[in-house]
């Protein structure tokens, strides 16, 4: 199994998942460039000027290694790059777990991503501007489950350690990326896993990428917030285990 970490997060946000699984599989976990402890250097912003250069990494990683038949897990933003990397390399990667993902975050004729353009163009502003005042601000919004002030400043912290001008560009790809063409195009099963509410990804999203990858199933989690694996890690394990 290999888990792909969300934006601003890293590795270690999967700890209370991974443990649940080490007895049946091999797990490889990795940073995303420019987050925890990977090589900074390795930055291009013409490889990572769009997903696809994240998800030719997660290709190389199972190339590497010589894997296959893989479960990939990706939260957030790297469910898109997971779902990029399925189609770039089907050989490798057996499943895909989709957490909370979103093909795109603005709203467009009758699709609801969540956002306006001009909420995600704000957004962008502002990050730009004050990074850190930015990932204070936001982190906590986006963790959801305000009667846990722990998890909002867990995910603050995860989002300050990144380095900031990586961050500013993952930020611009990630919320201004399309990536709806792409889901008809993910032939492996498929698990799409849904937060009851969502700030960054509705409802309507994750049905849409459900509707939209023929071999799929979907799965509302009774969790809040965008990140159930840290939230509601036990919920989110069962509904894994009842995929793989």
Same mark, same amino acid.
């Given at each position: 199994?290999?888990? $792909?970490?969300?934006?601003?997060?890293?590795?270690?946000?999967? =700890?209370?998942?991974?443990?649940?699984?080490?007895? =049946?599989?091999?797990?490889? +976990?990795?940073?995303?460039?420019?987050?925890?402890?990977?090589?900074?250097?390795?930055?291009?912003?013409?490889?990572?000027?769009?997903?696809?250069?994240? $998800?030719?990494?997660?290709?190389?990683? $199972?190339?590497?290694?010589? /894997?296959?038949?893989?479960?990939?897990?990706?939260?957030?933003?790297?469910?898109?790059?997971?779902?990029?990397?399925?189609?770039?390399?089907?050989?490798?990667?057996?499943?895909?777990?989709?957490?909370?993902?979103?093909?795109?975050?603005?709203?467009?004729?009758?699709?609801?991503?969540?956002?306006?353009?001009?909420? !995600?163009?704000? +957004?962008?502003?502002?990050?730009? &501007?004050?990074?850190?005042?930015?990932?204070?601000?936001?982190?906590?919004?986006?963790?959801?489950?305000?009667?846990?002030?722990?998890?909002? &400043?867990? /995910?603050?912290?995860?989002?300050?350690?990144?380095?900031?001008?990586?961050?500013?560009?993952?930020? =611009?790809?990630?919320?201004?990326?399309?990536?709806?063409?792409? /889901?008809?195009?993910?032939?492996?099963?498929?698990?799409?896993?849904?937060?009851?509410?969502? !700030?960054?990804?509705?409802?309507?999203?994750?049905?849409?990428?459900?509707?939209?990858?023929?071999?799929?199933?979907?799965?509302? +989690?009774?969790?809040?917030?965008?990140?159930?694996? +840290?939230?509601?890690?036990?919920?989110?394990?069962?509904?894994?285990?009842?995929?793989?």
């Amino acid at each position: 199994m290999m888990f $792909a970490h969300g934006y601003g997060c890293d590795q270690t946000m999967w =700890r209370y998942v991974v443990p649940h699984f080490q007895d =049946r599989f091999r797990i490889v +976990l990795f940073d995303h460039v420019g987050a925890g402890a990977s090589h900074i250097f390795a930055y291009s912003p013409t490889k990572y000027g769009t997903l696809d250069g994240y $998800a030719q990494d997660l290709v190389e990683i $199972a190339e590497e290694l010589d /894997l296959s038949d893989v479960i990939l897990v990706g939260h957030s933003v790297s469910a898109m790059i997971g779902a990029l990397a399925c189609v770039k390399a089907p050989t490798r990667f057996g499943k895909l777990v989709m957490v909370g993902p979103s093909p795109r975050y603005i709203d467009d004729d009758a699709y609801r991503g969540g956002f306006s353009e001009t909420q !995600i163009a704000e +957004l962008l502003d502002f990050l730009s &501007i004050n990074y850190q005042g930015w990932a204070v601000a936001t982190a906590p919004v986006i963790m959801g489950n305000p009667d846990r002030p722990e998890l909002g &400043i867990e /995910l603050t912290d995860s989002f300050c350690r990144a380095d900031p001008d990586i961050a500013k560009d993952f930020a =611009r790809v990630t919320f201004m990326s399309d990536n709806r063409e792409d /889901l008809p195009r993910v032939a492996v099963p498929t698990l799409v896993l849904q937060s009851s509410e969502d !700030i960054i990804a509705p409802i309507e999203v994750g049905e849409y990428v459900r509707d939209h990858i023929p071999n799929s199933q979907f799965v509302l +989690l009774e969790a809040t917030g965008h990140c159930p694996n +840290l939230s509601a890690p036990d919920e989110v394990v069962r509904a894994i285990r009842a995929f793989v």
